[in-house]
């Protein structure tokens, strides 16, 4: 796909001059079959690297930059789970000044 001429052939790399199929592609069996998931950035982030986002926050802030181009669901991953890591943080720390308090 190119943005200035639209759908742009392969092999002449000009616009494409078919409707439904073109009649010069050749189909290369010995590509495998993409399986849905397969994708890396289709894979989720491993347990152990959400619980160590959970428990340290910064290191999901990290794996989240490291991980946004190249696989955005394990960077949604750190990421989320270092947010949830942060407000159940908060909410322990504030639990804890009460009852320090009373």
Do not use: H
Request: proline share 4%.
């Amino acid at each position: 796909m190119d943005f200035q001429k639209g759908l742009v052939c392969g092999l002449t790399n000009e616009k494409a001059d078919f409707e439904d199929s073109c009649p010069d592609f050749n189909e290369d069996t010995n590509i495998e079959e993409v399986v849905p998931g397969s994708y890396a950035g289709e894979e989720d982030l491993s347990e152990g690297l959400k619980v160590l986002s959970f428990c340290f926050p910064i290191i999901g802030g990290i794996l989240y930059f490291v991980n946004m181009n190249s696989a955005p669901k394990k960077a949604k991953s750190a990421c989320t789970m270092a947010l949830w890591g942060v407000g159940i943080g908060i909410v322990l720390r504030v639990i804890m000044t009460i009852l320090a308090n009373m």
